[in-house]
């Protein structure tokens, strides 16, 4: 039964209306969506978040999805037994780990996220930061292995897609100069990549329900904080460490002419939807100086 | 209050999810309203008819609406004493009384069409047949003066407002080969111009709530009913006389390739939305050969 | 009879041959003819004029009408017998009042100059400033009603026209942000369409010969004056009147970039194409700093 | 002195205006234009030639003109002491010979046509059939050496030089497989181009009035025939030997879709604008069946 | 060392000369290559491949990759401790083979050979049949599972990636209209690309020789074949087994408009470069209708 | 027998991989060649000069050819008696001696590079600096009549035919403001032609080995210099006479922004493809601040 079902049609003719400002606000604008391995719970989750993405697309946003896979990851190392060192939080990568790395984000949790969306029609068309060296990173630290740090986007293919009217789902995987894959942050990536393409907005899914002032405690939720307050909250160290890559991230992309970024909780049912086309302010926004 | 205040944002996204079926179908295809005089009622419906039509636009449908205005038209003849004489139902329309015609058309009708879609963007762009030739007519009878019927369209200026992300709102007004111009049934009009840019849809806004198949028996109303069916209907003399043009228009339409056309209820709230939206089937369709 | 009869046509060939320098000159470029109430004069200048538009257009030149109708505003007012007010000499604007401007600008001035430039074939299209916000404007002043002063003009629309090789005719309305039209000086209009389009040229066709130095000493007509000048002659207080609004919007074009501005005579024959193709001198040219 | 000079400018400007529905026929169709050995004449009449081609030009016409240049290869090889031998009239080429040819055309005869033209500004582009081996011949006749008959024309860069806005000049000399160079008629060669390009018209500037039907009997000159009669008059022998590859060209671009073919006095002032742009027909009209 | 050092560079330079009339050939065309998972070796040979391919590119022809990877595909099941049932010779593909199919093809696979590629620079983009849903197939048999047979391909995404002068490799996954991933044969996959893309050219690399009379006599490899001869030796019997499907795929292809398909020994160094731009002809050709 | 039938042809595919980098290097950019009146010799270096400019052409560069042909000039005035004086080392060029330059260069020199770099297809359009006014010139010095020095380039119709994949090869003749042809010098047209179209190489063919720091000794040939030294080599007046003017015109091409400019020996066995896509480094090259 669908959510129509329980409301006369009137009704519903009457919210879809009531969604116009929302929809002009940013038809023919691009925005970055972080699709995390967290944010990533049940089909159902997924099936949702699949169906506000083509709506995001059918109201002429020009949408791409970027996409770690942390979890699914570490399932993949799991089951065929190999085991990564950590150096300060950081997962020590060699070959062997890297290999699993790829085939788990580009072979597995991106062609099942262009799935979900295709179940809707032609729409998602998968990528990895190494098609045509799209992502170029350094090594971060050479006991780290292959762990890069992005220094440059090519967006050129993303906005082929874009313009074909179709929607990229991004791996978070970069390529040095000699072509060899790497391990990267898809938190930093989605910011880079939002940065590149002159984004409108840059949102990341997460499995909380935002930023808060004083972590854990919930009344803190800040629900708007300007890039400077985000900067002097990092400073202050009352971050949690999970936050902490996405709120610099945002921090980063907001400097490079992103207007807004927003984290969210992805286990809320059509928060895309909410966020979008709703008066329903949700999660956390922070706003840059080119919003 | 807007409807969305009456239930959960929650609800509100779900039903915009609903919806993604419905806005594939008719994304990047065209759409021909003709919006009637009789259909025009008050300011509150105007306004719904307007956000209805912007909706439909940033949804990534081409709409176009095509307009007559015969009680307004009523109006200012009244108004200015100018009394018509009638030849089978037609008005015969001398000099003058075509300037008023005209005047109330694209003065006076036209403008506050594109006035209540404006309200929501930079959307309408108010044309008429006139305008670079669209509309070329015959005298329909050298008796009713400048009474046309349309014996050619030329749709590159509505194509090009389309190509522009525009609404193209067209008053009913023909021209014959000097230039003069002429009183055409905007019905007629409507079909014509739906044929000439091969529309998907064409949809008649009228005050009654669909084609009858036994006038005036509100229990015979046609859901949905084929172009052969149709043309039977007509011969048995059981459509009522202000539908007969309505339904020989749709016919001639989906003979040029049209796939379907509608004659929906255009005083009901929001009639559009509920046609291309939801599940609600509404008044009458006729489906033709390319359907 | 043609012109060309009474000559032999080896000398009308010569003559076409004599026009290239003038054609090569204004070829590609764009140029704005306000054609005003006053200059419109009996139904053969109006033919004149418009076989004029269609020459500029045919030889390359994107020619742009924009044009008020005070006369005809005060003859429909009159019929009506709506009385107004006058505050410093604007015209107090009540609803009642803007309707008959609009129905008049946009139902009887705009469709009879597109009527007699389609004579010779597919040119003009009818326009208003209300179609796609073209020309914004806020109230002049709260006492006047619906009076207003133009705060943005976005060409897009009248651009398209153009590229599709047209000739848009504009009505001199504009409308707020809540979409509610007003009326608005033709000549300060056509001084913004023409400064938005980066015209070459800017032509007041009026119903006298041109700016006096010493007005009304004939032999005082000025022939060529530079921005400075004009603004000096403004300053003096030798401007008559009626001329004081189309020497400002002279002023504002060329400080906006258009190279020169031109006030002539709109009741000599064929005006626009002595000003443009022949050695004749004609009326008053003002010369900006992009000339 | 100028031609305007000699009437008053309201009458140039009068003349001008109706030239209106002679440039609407052409306006943005390709006609090509031979201009023949014997038609070049003085210098004026060569400046009046090229002036116009500008006007064409500017009026939206696509002219191309094609020439040959026999008188001045007579002259080099003449001057150069290099005698021909004829073969039922036709010239054996030999590889010296052909070399004459060609400098004459490319480098002597087209240069100088290109330079009249671009006296007026950036229009002409001089090219040969070599160019882009856009004119593909075979030998004609083994003993004739180097004298081809045209194969194939690939007419992209003549497309894309009037797609530009400028005038292709054309020397009548074609390429065979192997890139060698041949001399073909120019007759033949404008009649080839004409057809390639879906030209409107082809139009002959000889050195005498036009076709006679009982040639040299003045009073029979031809005005108007069809390509059936014209057929008929070929094969009666009444033609004028240097008239019938005239006569047979036109008959093969009809064919293939050229629509008027006309053969007039190319020593007459101004001829090509009393062609087109007056009242005054010229010469001789053949008409195919797309006319 | 490159082999260039292994000759003087006026050897090299001459040599180069001599490839004009084979990349002329090819230049702006369309080429599948299908690299198969059993002429994939070291490594060595992938980086020969990839030079040849970045080298197609270089000068001028549109090159597609399209692979599968049945050899790594078993390598991965194999440690995963996954054993497959096979139906006359078809592996029965439940979800869980599914999954390790995909992994390996759009994980394992792809990545490499883009890496690969782009050694070189920006040209290799990975995709998969279900990218816009591409490959569109139905289920070959119920008792298969996930093996599809394609009912449809949609090549816009990939001529998209051509037009942008970049270098398309797929991997042979179909998507059936629930959007569910299937395992197809990559040799039909190739030659169903190659037909939708309307190719010039199809080469299978394989890990023989070519096609042979009488396998395995060596003496019998056929250089070229028709179609038609193609279709008898199928029937005869006398085709190896592992040959069947790329001798069926050929024909196919052919028999949808593609010009020459090719199959040769992938093992061979720089193979493409000699089939393409040499005079040795290798492997065997089959001629369809249209070369 | 060709180049490849002297090795294997595995070999020769190699020494094609090789070249991958050095074809990368150069696809899509633009290369000024001009080809030299001295370093014209024989038959069969124009043949390898134009398979070099057809194989540069194939592998994405977009190459313009820019020749004189002074010896030819000294040639055909010879022949015809016609003497020359001299001032400075610059001939005197009255009318008539201008009319041979011309029909030399354009009429004789150009037409055959066409035909020699078209035997390998449609590539060659040939120009000349009159066509759509391309070079515009003043004269140099009144005494030296019909001797011009560049004042602008506008290489539109240049850019035209690389756009559309072809190779115009351009006569260095000028063009005043009255249409009147000049003689120029073809190095100065060749740089000032590279700069306008802001070239990537310009590579002067000449018949010695290069820049000489001592010249002629031999062993002081300059393989790389900086427009620095160039500049200081220029002024110390150890440049020979002939190559003052190529090196001058590097400097000004580099000034302008051009990358590279190359000295090199024209009379080597294709030159350009050793230049360009071999390991070896010849002549002399000048590096510019935009290098």
Do not use: W
């Not at 604008?29 to 967290?38: D, E, F, M, S």
């Not at 049940?42 to 083509?54: K, M, P, Q």
């Not at 990895?128 to 170029?136: K, Q």
């Amino acid at each position: 039964m669908t959510a129509t079902d329980a409301v006369a049609p009137a009704v519903a003719a009457r919210l879809l209306a009531d969604a116009i400002p929302y929809i002009r606000e940013f038809a023919g604008r691009t925005v970055v969506v972080k699709y995390g391995g967290n944010a990533m719970g049940d089909d159902e989750t997924a099936r949702r978040f699949a169906s506000d993405i083509v709506l995001m697309r059918l109201v002429g946003i020009d949408v791409v999805v970027v996409h770690g896979g942390g979890p699914q990851i570490d399932h993949y190392l799991d089951q065929l037994g190999i085991e990564s060192e950590r150096i300060d939080g950081l997962r020590v990568t060699d070959e062997q780990t890297m290999d699993i790395v790829r085939m788990t984000l580009t072979g597995k949790v991106n062609p099942e996220l262009v799935a979900a969306i295709n179940v809707h029609g032609r729409y998602a068309v998968g990528l990895s930061g190494a098609d045509a060296r799209m992502l170029v990173v350094e090594p971060l630290d050479p006991r780290l292995g292959f762990v890069g740090e992005i220094v440059s986007v090519d967006p050129h293919v993303i906005q082929g897609i874009l313009d074909a009217g179709e929607v990229p789902v991004i791996a978070g995987i970069g390529v040095d100069d000699a072509g060899r894959a790497y391990n990267i942050n898809a938190d930093t990536a989605a910011a880079a990549i939002a940065a590149a393409l002159g984004a409108a907005k840059l949102v990341y899914l997460t499995n909380v329900a935002g930023l808060y002032r004083d972590f854990p405690d919930e009344s803190s939720l800040v629900s708007e904080i300007s890039i400077h307050d985000a900067r002097k909250l990092l400073a202050s160290g009352a971050v949690g460490t999970g936050m902490i890559p996405k709120v610099e991230s945002c921090i980063q992309a907001l400097e490079a002419g992103v207007e807004r970024a927003h984290i969210v909780d992805g286990r809320r049912d059509h928060v895309l939807l909410l966020e979008f086309f709703t008066r329903e302010g949700i999660g956390t926004m922070i706003t840059g100086p080119a919003a």
